[in-house]
Every structure is written in structure tokens, then in C-alpha cells.
């Protein structure tokens, strides 16, 4: 593979002979302008002669990133849950707003770590919702959004794994106990919203799941819910933060430890895992990868399981003498 730098219209530029096209044998060029000066451009040229000798494809298209995640998450409709599509939609158009027109050819991991910092002051600034999470829920969308990039040659290396993503601080999980739920429920049981606030808190669904409940979606005679779309924008009639600002009023009125409307979620999953609900099935209603991570987030209630366990056992060995 040979490289060149030259000079057009006042600023540097590089081509690199990729290789022949092997329909027609004519010769395949990468060439990239706009180097302030000759020294960038030599060192740019540089940087793709060695991923090429690395064993890395040299992205040579000019699909930007918006192109690019318009074109993989219909595929991932077929290896993935719908809510997780949902979530990786979400969580790249935090990204696309900034380097949606970057071409993937030319994406760099500075240019992400510094759209990851401003998502951040964003978050900060307005009340976007751009907390450490949900910016580094953007860079596992983003990070497995492009190792498919790489994988297709598309991008001769994943720009999002050389990212640290920002740390999460785990805070102390704050629920209320099966007495203080009642409580609540029964604080508001005159008002309208009870029947969403009863299936918040007594399913573990989202906000957003219970918002986009529509008749056909529930069989009273089979006692059975269909989750089948979240809606978490003025798509609905009602709007999702009008039931947060509700919540935190009514919880304000009662008196009870102060929660917030997702902790109610929290709240059942432990109360799931203390009534003995098998942790797989609570993992799926929660929507996590795996039986483990649901176990980390409820270890405080996994270690009271495990004290129980050996009680229990024990009580199914009969024994003379004890």
C-alpha cells in the first residue's frame, strides 16, 4: 500500500491506494483533505498506513454515523428485546445530535469523549436527564453500534472502545416496605391515577410501558397485561411527567419516606425476590442482560435469601434429634 500527501486549494491532503477492485481491476483510493498544515496530514496518513498493517480495513465510504444508525437498528430488531431497541434509540440520538454528521471514516475517539462531557454540562445545565448513567448507557449504544461498523469494515477500528465511559456512583437504594406502599396506595385511592400508580407499583413495569397500555392490550379474564410499546413523549394523552409530578406530591401529603416514582420499581423486585419469585423471572419483567446483574443490584435482599435458604433445607430433613 502506497500514500502520498499533497497540497489543494490552500490546505493538505493525503490519498492511499487501498486495492483493486476486483470486478474491474481499476484502483481504489482513500483521500482525505482539509489538514491545516503538511505535518497533519503526514501524520493522518501514517495512522491509516498502520491500521491497515495492523490488520485493520481501511473505511474508504462516506456514510455518516446518523446513516449508519438508521441502517442498524432495524437489524437489531432481530437479535435484541423491543425495550432494548427502544433504550439504544434513545440513547444515540444524545450522540447523533452532536456527531450525527460525522462520517464514520473519520469519527475519533477524542471527538467522542468530548460529546460525552457535553452531554454531561447539558444534563447539568437544563435537567435533561444526562446523568453519568444515562451518558454511559449512550457509549454501550454507541460502543456496540459501531463494533458492527468494524466488523463490516466499514470503520477500520471502534473509535467508542478506546472511551471511558463516565462513573457511575451506585447510591443507596431507597425503598418503601409492603406496609408503606400500602399506605400510599391507600392515600390516594380516590384519585384517578390509582389504577396506573396500583400497576407501577405491584408490576415492576415502567413509566412509560404503563403509559402505552391500550385495551387490547389487557385480558381481565386471564388477569394478564401485554407490554407491547412505551411511550415516553407528548404522544400520549397523558404526559408522562405530570405522573412523577403527582407521585412526588401525593408522597409529600402522606407523610412517607421520600421516593422517587422509579424506586417503586425497585420496590417490587425486592419485594419479588423476599416473596420467593424465581430471580429469573424477575430478571426478565426487569428487563436486565442476565440472572447476575439483577442479583448485584438486589444483593441486599440476595443475602437475606441466602440465610433463609439454609433454614429452609434444613426444614425439609427429617431428624430424630436436633
Known sequence: MRGRVYQHSGVWAFVVDIDRDPAGGRRRQ????????????????????KEVQTGGPVASGSQTLNEWVAEWLPVMTMKVRPTTIR??????????????????????????????????????????????????????????????????????????ALVTPPRVDRQEMKTWTADELGAFLDHIAGDRLVAAFRLLALTGARRGEILGLRWTDV???????????????????????????????????????????????????????LAGIHPKVVSERLGHATVGVTLDIYSHVAAGLDSDAAVQVAALVPQKSK
Not at 240 to 265: A, K, M, N
Open 30 to 49: 482513500q483521500r482525505r483533505s482539509g489538514f491545516r498544515t503538511k505535518r497533519d496530514a503526514e501524520r493522518a496518513l501514517t495512522e491509516v498506513l
Open 87 to 160: 433504550d439504544y434509540e434513545n440513547s444515540l440520538a444524545h450522540v447523533t445530535q452532536h456527531l450525527g454528521g460525522v462520517k464514520l471514516r473519520d469519527l475519533r475517539s477524542i471527538a467522542i469523549e468530548r460529546t460525552y462531557a457535553a452531554l454531561l454540562v447539558e444534563g447539568r445545565r437544563y435537567g435533561g436527564g444526562l446523568s453519568p448513567k444515562s451518558v454511559r448507557n449512550a457509549h454501550t449504544a454507541l460502543r456496540r453500534c459501531l463494533a458492527d461498523a468494524e466488523r463490516h469494515g466499514l470503520v477500520a477500528r471502534n473509535p467508542a
Open 219 to 273: 385480558d381481565l379474564d386471564g388477569e394478564r397485561l401485554t407490554i407491547s410499546r412505551s411511550l415516553t413523549t407528548h404522544s400520549s394523552p397523558l404526559h408522562p411527567d405530570s405522573i412523577t409530578r403527582f407521585f412526588e406530591q401525593g408522597v409529600r401529603d402522606s407523610g412517607l419516606p421520600r421516593i422517587r416514582l422509579h424506586d417503586l420499581r425497585h420496590g417490587w423486585a425486592s419485594m419479588a425476590l
